[in-house]
Every structure is written in C-alpha cells, then in structure tokens.
C-alpha cells in the first residue's frame, strides 16, 4: 500500500485518541515515538498500526524523556513527528519541550489528560494541566496550545497544530482531555486536496551556499507571512549545529547577555507578533450576554445544556470557548470585561485557567470559578447554579 492509498476518508465512527491519529498521518506526520500512558495509549497503538501503512515509522521508547527526544530528532531529520501522553508523562517531558522550543523545532505533543498530581487517577478524567502547558518548562517562551471538545475536533485541530508548528518552527500542543480521548463520535475525514497541509520553509539549492548556512537566520518569509529561518534536513550537505545553549545564527553557543536577548525575543515575538492568527475562539449569544461562560475541552462541552438552561430562565448568558487556551486571548477578555457582569468558567481543576480570567478582566466584571479536582465531568447542576450567582451579582452590566 503507497502512501497516498493508506490515508483514510469518508465518515467514520471513531474514538477520540483515534481520530488524532488519523488527523496526524493526514497533517503528513511520518514518525511517531511515545511511551504507553492511559489515556494516550490508544493513539500510540493507532499509530503503531496506521503508519506503517503510509510509509511512516513508529518506535515505541523507553520512557517520555526519550520520545520527546526523538520526535526533535525525527523533525531535524526532515519528518513531520509526534507524540502523546499524559500528565506525568508530561511532566517528564517538559524539559526536552522547552529543548524543542530552543531549536526553534516543529512537531505536536497531544496530552490527553487526567486527574493528578503524580500517578492520580490513570483512567478519569481531569484538566489540571492547562497551567503547566503554558509554564512547565524554564525560562521566557511563548507556546501554543490547542483544546477540543471533541473527536471531530481531535481531528481537525491535530492538523491545525502541524500546521501552526510548520509555521511558527517550534513545538505545539494539543491539550485535550480522557472524557474526549474516550468519546467515540462521526468524525468526517475529506479527501487530501481539501484540507490545508502547510509545510515549513526549507533552504533550497542555490538559496545559500553551504558553508554560508545559518540556520537561525530569517533569510525570507515562511507560510503565513511570518520571518522564520528555513530549514534544513541533517545530513543533506548543508552545516546545523543545534543546542539548547543561547547560541547565534550559526546555532553555536555564546554565552552572554546580548546573545540572550536575541535568542529570547526571537521565541517571544514570533508567537506575540502573530496572536491574531493563531488564537480560535467560538463566540455564542456574546451580543446581549450579561454573564459569559469561559471554557474550554469537555467542560465547555457539558456547560451546554446550563447555558441552555439560564437562557430560558431569561439570564442573558453566553459563551466564548476557548479552542486555543495558548496564547490566551487577553484582548477579548478585557473587551468583554466592560461589556458584562460577570465570568463563570468551569474546568476540572481547583482553578487555572480562571486566574488568567481574572487577571485580564479589568472592566469591573468579576469572575465565578467552577471547580472540580477530577474523576469526572462537572454537574451541570453545579454550573447553572454558578451561573445564576453571576448574573445576581453586582457588576458593569
């Protein structure tokens, strides 16, 4: 079976991890290593099955440590990578995260998570790792991270974070959750031609000479209109020398305060300049809303029907969704921070993405947590009954 006969299309009834899979292999990814994890296990072991059909490899590692390692290394070697876990995998992987985030490397990182800390609740639910996707590694960087709400969402965002990762060179997350990873739903897979698959620049003969190659040297424009450096594949002739060391254009290290600052702002603004692009949102009854409901992943998901609820009850609600969590759409949280009376935002945590709700609200608006520690999705009960203490409170609106 060639590559092109091995891609799936059509509608399918598929599992959440599955559908990352198949979103993967049609996003081009061709090279997967990863470390058995529930609730990520079943998109290694989709993997396991499914790339060897498109002319991929999978690698089953050691542990996380290594596969996030290999994927850099399988990305450096010119193949779109991947990897999945979950949170204390993704504990161990976040060194080598901030390592891809350094050498400016392309490839995704799908967590599927669950109830913590350490080994917590292997097969429940959670979403208590929505803080260290933004914050897990050392040092100043920016990240991108993705959050869906469900399989068909798995799939579609799976190719936005290749895409955004071939862009913007450097590791993207997919931050979803065990309730969707464990949802089976239709997912629709369109056929190649009508999917946007985006590639990162690479360096061509006659660009450059070899012996003038700098691979962190913005010598034209990638996708997007955005200055990355073009790549090039190890071992094609042209000289890469990588480290997580601050280094120059070279990629050799220098160890001082100006080759610092280089390095820094360059990770910085890449995503900063381009936030516009890369944050997604779904807006709902947000015109005449008094109350906003901000969520993200499965609890955006069952804070539905509370909405459904309140709305009837004539509580003008509504809800913005956060598909990208990172970078966090501070703008349109300060906006709406005039405009409404409150902020109610469920998670399944004991309160991370409701800080930054809070700090970015500055119109007077004040901001309801709902939280749970995990094991299972929050009551919708719970919600609307936060819901209805938003809209009683003292506010703009």
């Given amino acids: 079976m060639n590559e092109q006969q091995g891609l799936l299309t059509g509608e399918h009834f598929l599992l959440g991890d599955h559908a990352a899979a198949e979103g993967a292999i049609l996003a081009g990814c061709r090279f997967f290593a990863g470390y058995p994890i529930t609730p990520a296990t079943e998109i290694a072991e989709r993997m396991s099955m499914r ?3 498109v002319g991929g490899v999978y690698i089953q590692m050691e542990d996380e440590l290594a596969s996030m390692n290999a994927i850099l290394g399988a990305s450096w070697a010119g193949k779109k990578s991947m990897t999945a876990t ?48 933004r914050w897990g590694s050392h040092g100043d960087y920016e990240t991108i991270a993705l959050c869906p709400s469900s399989p068909q969402e798995l799939f579609d965002l799976t190719i936005r974070a290749f895409n955004l990762s071939e862009i913007y060179r450097t590791p993207v997350l997919v931050m979803t959750d065990a309730e969707v990873g464990h949802m089976t739903e239709k997912v629709i897979i369109p056929p190649p031609s009508e999917v946007e698959i985006l590639h990162r620049p690479m ?3 006659g660009d450059v000479s070899p012996d003038h190659f700098r691979i962190f040297r913005d010598i034209h424009t990638g996708s997007g209109g955005n200055p990355v450096s073009p790549m090039a594949v190890a071992g094609e002739g042209y000289r890469i020398h990588v480290t997580g060391l601050t280094h120059d254009e070279r990629g050799y290290p220098v160890m001082n305060a100006a080759a610092q600052e280089w ?31 901000v969520s993200y992943g499965i609890s955006a998901r069952t804070s539905l029907w509370p909405i459904t609820m309140a709305r009837r009850e004539g509580i003008r609600v509504g809800l913005l969704r956060l598909i990208t969590v990172w970078p966090f759409p501070e703008e349109r949280i ?3 921070s005039r405009q409404v009376r409150a902020f109610v935002v469920p998670e399944i945590n004991m309160g991370q993405i409701v800080r930054e709700v809070q700090r970015c609200s500055t119109g007077g608006a004040r901001v309801f947590g709902v939280n749970h520690p995990g094991g299972d999705v929050l ?3 719970k919600v609307l009954e936060v819901i209805r203490q938003a809209a009683a409170c003292p506010g703009t609106a």
């Fill in 51 to 53: 790339l060897p059909q």
């Fill in 86 to 133: 979950s949170g204390p995998g993704f504990s161990l992987m976040m060194e080598n995260f901030g390592l891809g985030i350094m050498l400016e490397t392309p490839c995704v990182l799908v967590n599927v998570q669950r109830g913590g800390p350490s080994t917590g609740l292997p097969t429940l639910v959670g979403q208590q790792d929505m803080m260290q996707a």
């Fill in 203 to 205: 360096v061509r003969k």
């Fill in 263 to 293: 390095n820094v702002q360059r990770l910085l603004n890449k995503i900063r300049d381009h936030r516009e692009d890369i944050i997604q949102l779904e807006e709902k009854d947000l015109r005449d809303a008094e109350v906003v409901v």
């Fill in 334 to 336: 300060r906006q709406l």
């Fill in 379 to 381: 009551q919708a009960d």
